[in-house]
């Protein structure tokens, strides 16, 4: 069994912010299962089952600072180990559309890995969901706290499509095979169809005439020869 929690803030004022791409991430898996919510842990509950692995997804509902709260209180229900956690939030340091897997390590100021670090440790697991950066410090909470733009739109999909694509894997402890599905909606392979530059078709065409041996023509055409 293990336990997966995206972050974010509760609330539909919150609901497109860039900070609640861990929210949007486990509703996408919940609606591909057709998992009902319910309000349990301090926030909002679904039970998955990937393979022959069951998976609660939980949503903290008790803002993002105080995550670890509502994380903590599922784990030990639960009997769960901070290794069975993985938990799916946003991160400044990667280009929107990219994602990478880490286990344990620091929070990075992160206000809701910083929580579940107070509560658990820092030894479980997360999938790292590019947002990009604002560019100065000074402008990330209006950042991540604003809307994804309508040209992310795409992406935005893509990415949360590869992520359900590859939950499977994720949940059986294939990263690898995890991070190739959501490359296969964020970065798809060209067509293999697709003529290269020295191989593609070129107009056709007519060959010249050969042309006649001088000493077969008469007086006549060798002067016309010689004009034109």
């Known amino acids: 069994m293990q336990l997966w929690v995206g972050l974010g803030n509760p609330g ?6 860039r900070h609640n791409i861990g929210f949007m991430a ?9 998992a009902p919510w319910r309000s349990k842990f301090q ?12 998976v609660w997804l939980l949503k903290p509902a008790t803002f993002m600072n ?29 280009a929107p559309g990219r994602l990478k897997l880490k286990q344990g390590g620091g929070h990075a100021g992160h206000n809701g890995l910083r929580s579940i ?12 969901l590019g947002i990009g950066h604002p560019g100065h410090k000074d402008r990330v909470a209006g950042y991540v706290l604003s809307d994804f733009a309508k040209a992310e739109a795409t992406m935005l999909d893509d990415l949360l499509r590869g992520i359900v694509d590859g939950a499977g894997k994720l949940a059986a402890g294939d990263g690898s095979g995890f991070m190739n599905a959501v490359a296969q909606r964020t970065a798809p392979p060209r067509s293999s169809k697709t003529p290269r530059p020295d191989t593609a078709s070129k107009p056709e065409t007519k060959p ?17 020869a010689k004009f034109r």
């Open 12 to 17: 539909a004022k919150y609901e497109g912010n």
């Open 26 to 34: 486990l509703d996408r898996m919940a609606e591909d299962q057709g």
């Open 43 to 54: 926030g909002q509950i679904a039970e998955a089952r990937f393979g022959s692995e069951k």
């Open 66 to 94: 105080l995550s670890g709260q509502s994380v903590g209180e599922a784990m030990r229900f639960h009997k769960l180990d901070a290794q069975d956690v993985t938990v799916f939030h946003d991160e400044l340091d990667l």
């Open 117 to 128: 670090h107070q509560h658990i440790g820092p030894d479980y697991a997360r999938v790292r």
């Open 208 to 224: 010249e005439s050969p042309a006649m041996p001088e000493e077969t023509l008469s007086p006549l055409q060798r002067l016309a």
